[in-house]
């Protein structure tokens, strides 16, 4: 059976794909431009050092790395929060718009007066959407290979860890868009849709900040920032919570939507 409906909306989102793309790129760029500068300053040890605990979780800064050394800056610089932030926002736009924005603006019914189960609809949405999130990720660290590498940046990290921190920053991205996408397939709304999985993150962040400060206790697994930022992954490797606990809810939220969505009225 062909993928028409997947390959409609790949193509659909391939020219924001590309802009998104370049976007990360960029901000890449930007910071590898100022790691030279940085990496001259021990005294930003110091001011990390110095900083309260509630704080330290937030900027990267609640392991032993020296910031000013590659795995610490890349760490505390892009992926304690910028780069996942970006693929957060890519991935819960297209998680919304998968279903619920397509209700939203009447081509979900004109797609579904085919001869198409919504089943089918679902998954292959729910598929493209996956795809497109876990292309970003590769454009991410395509990115960081070819813009930080000229500037010292990537002296002493392997490939490998490498690649596992970007793979478990795409999981978080893909989970949230997975929240946006089972809540579109339930309930539909765009605006509903895309508001719930921005909550789930932006307190899951708030979770992880106040776990690591010691000020919550036993909720750590709770948050999916927990999962992805308990250690430095470029130094301390990849620890399987970060990338198979997020994977492992995306199918069940997967499959809830999909099972939500062969049932619901739609409007």
Request: hydrophobic share 55%; proline share 4%; net charge positive.
């Amino acid at each position: 059976m062909n993928a028409v409906v997947a390959g409609r909306l790949l193509r659909d989102r391939l020219r924001s794909l590309a802009w998104w793309g370049l976007g990360v790129a960029g901000l890449v760029f930007i910071s590898a431009v100022f790691y030279p500068s940085i990496k001259r300053q021990p005294s930003i040890d110091q001011l990390l050092r110095n900083l309260p605990k509630s704080l330290k979780g937030f900027v990267g800064g609640a392991t032993v790395v020296s910031f000013s050394s590659p795995p610490g800056y890349l760490h505390g610089r892009m992926f304690a929060l910028t780069i996942p932030a970006l693929l957060l926002i890519f991935a819960i736009g297209l998680g919304s718009r998968a279903l619920a924005g397509s209700e939203d603006d009447g081509t979900l019914e004109l797609l579904l007066a085919n001869p198409v189960t919504r089943t089918r609809v679902a998954v292959e949405r729910y598929a493209a959407l996956a795809g497109l999130v876990g292309a970003l990720g590769a454009l991410t660290l395509a990115a960081l290979l070819a813009l930080a590498s000229p500037f010292g940046l990537l002296h002493g990290i392997s490939l490998g860890l490498l690649a596992g921190e970007t793979l478990a920053a795409t999981a978080l991205a893909l989970l949230h868009a997975s929240i946006a996408f089972a809540v579109g397939a339930a309930v539909g709304g765009r605006t509903r849709a895309t508001a719930v999985a921005t909550t789930v993150a932006v307190y899951g962040y708030i979770i992880y900040g106040l776990v690591t400060a010691n000020v919550v206790r036993g909720a750590r697994f709770v948050s999916p920032w927990w999962w992805y930022m308990s250690r430095n992954i470029l130094v301390g490797g990849l620890p399987p919570e970060a990338v198979v606990v997020p994977l492992g809810v995306c199918v069940l939220l997967a499959a809830a939507g999909v099972w939500a969505f062969r049932r619901r009225d739609l409007r």
